[in-house]
């Protein structure tokens, strides 16, 4: 690990102030994702900013009857919220099944928002790997991509998100809340806070150099049954090969976002409204512009299957 400068953050504003002052800074909360890299040399932060002593790790009743939760509010205490348990379940599963126990008591929703992939090339720094090093090329394109994606990916990067907690998110059409270095605020919207990669896939998400997120905010309960399904390689201790965070209402109409295919939590309005059509039409709908490889073709059906098996859990 590379020698780094620190600093423990007293306000929102000052962090972001202090980040946007000092190139190369990053915020550290729960450091599940980012000391692992920084180990590897991977992310070399030459400041760290300590926002753990900040008062954001509550979760709130909005106005319009939904949820703000803090930024730096704990896996474990967010899926564990009887609110969220009983009127956001999708989310609460999502995140149980993301990671074991002790990194939930660690890792925070700004945290998982801003996980960074967990493809392999990424992760060897032998290999060429544009998210690593901008310009190097992709090397998983002509390697093996068993676990990469399928869909919004580019010539440039065929990375996927590995936030489960993300999935979800989307499917409840979150808005992410941040403060910039100069105090002002904004809200974007979950859907627009992932980038795809095009020809710039270091760039993940739509933060701007020094803005915090503070908050997520969930809108009122959707009602309906809530279900994550996540298939992978092992039952444990394993990122998504494909997931499926959905809403199903009596009536078979509803919504869902997958995980383990995209550089993004991928979620088609489209593709939505063919769910009273059958699994087979909404997923052919979502991923119709797939481009799998040889290693990952088997995904495109496995979102069929797995959408399916969703629609009858959500009959029973």
């Not at 890299?37 to 070399?44: A, C, F, S, V």
């Not at 929703?109 to 090339?121: K, S």
Request: hydrophobic share 40%; aromatic share 4%.
């Amino acid at each position: 690990m590379k020698s780094f400068t620190f600093e423990r953050a007293t306000s929102p504003a000052d962090a972001a102030e202090a980040a946007a002052a000092k190139p190369g800074a990053k915020f550290i909360a729960g450091g599940t994702n980012l000391l692992d890299l920084m180990k590897l040399q991977i992310e070399t932060p030459q400041h760290l900013i300590d926002v753990n002593g900040l008062s954001l790790d509550t979760i709130e009743p909005t106005e319009d009857g939904g949820l703000r939760i803090g930024a730096l509010v704990r896996n474990t205490d967010l899926a564990s919220d009887e609110r969220v348990k009983r009127d956001y379940a999708v989310l609460t599963r999502a995140i149980v099944a993301g990671a074991s126990g002790q990194l939930r008591n660690r890792a925070t929703t700004a945290g998982n928002l801003l996980q960074r992939t967990r493809c392999p090339y990424f992760y060897d720094t032998n290999m060429a790997c544009n998210k690593r090093q901008p310009g190097s090329g992709c090397s998983a394109i002509e390697g093996y991509s068993r676990q990469l994606g399928v869909v919004g990916v580019s010539e440039a990067c065929i990375a996927t998100n590995p936030s489960d907690m993300n999935v979800a998110l989307r499917v409840l059409d979150a808005v992410v809340e941040t403060v910039k270095p100069d105090g002002a605020t904004r809200a974007i919207a979950i859907a627009d806070f992932h980038r795809l990669p095009g020809d710039t896939p270091h760039v993940e998400t739509a933060l701007e150099p020094g803005e915090l997120i503070t908050a997520v905010t969930v809108p009122k309960p959707l009602g309906g049954r809530h279900i994550y399904r996540k298939v992978r390689d092992r039952a444990s201790y394993a990122f998504a090969l494909v997931s499926v965070a959905a809403v199903v209402q009596p009536d078979g109409t509803g919504r869902f976002a997958v995980g383990g295919v995209a550089p993004k939590p991928w979620r088609v309005a489209e593709a939505d409204a063919e769910m009273a059509r059958g699994a087979k039409a909404a997923a052919g709908r979502l991923l119709a512009d797939a481009r799998p490889s040889e290693h990952n073709a088997f995904k495109v059906p496995l979102v069929e299957r797995t959408l399916g098996a969703v629609m009858a859990q959500a009959r029973i």
